[in-house]
């Protein structure tokens, strides 16, 4: 089945859930990234010209858009590879700071670059490494790191993990 099927299958949304209480809910962000590999297990680190910081391929999700596709489009968007995105490995809970909202950071098994030709989207990474955790950690945010290192974990062990800010719960 497809979305709009399973949309019709599911009927009619309940009344509490039309526009004018709808629209007063809360809302959150979600993000989709890849954990992507070399045949060295180091992960593809790209440096975003939009912060200081070290970021894994992905993105925010759009309006009506799964973290799953987002990853994948944001994926192609940012280093140029159609690439198939595998199982869950970390949904991490992100709490609110500064401007931005909370957030659901979801994390997907992007799979081991053999030969890897990347086409860099210039306006958004300005380069790429491969490196270790531990050599790319003092350039990302702590809680990215301990995102990371679960997301490694669910790779060696075959279950995702939920965590709240980079802990597992």
Request: aromatic fraction near 8%; charged fraction near 25%.
């Amino acid at each position: 089945m497809n979305r709009q099927d399973d949309l019709i299958a599911d009927g009619e949304p309940e009344k509490e859930f039309h526009a004018g209480i709808a629209a007063r809910m809360p809302r959150k962000t979600a993000a989709g990234g890849a954990l992507i590999r070399d045949p060295a297990g180091r992960i593809l680190f790209l440096e975003p010209t939009y912060k200081p910081t070290l970021d894994i391929p992905g993105g925010i999700v759009e309006y009506d858009e799964s973290p799953y596709d987002a990853c994948r489009r944001e994926v192609q968007e940012e280093i140029g590879l159609d690439l198939p995105i595998g199982r869950l490995l970390v949904v991490d809970w992100v709490p609110a700071q500064g401007p931005w909202s909370d957030a659901l950071a979801f994390i997907f098994d992007g799979g081991v670059l053999d030969s890897p030709t990347l086409t860099l989207d210039p306006t958004e990474a300005r380069a790429h490494h491969f490196l270790t955790l531990d050599e790319a950690a003092s350039r990302l945010r702590p809680s990215m790191t301990r995102r990371l290192t679960l997301a490694q974990h669910s790779l060696t062990t075959g279950h995702p993990t939920y965590a709240d800010f980079g802990r597992p719960r």
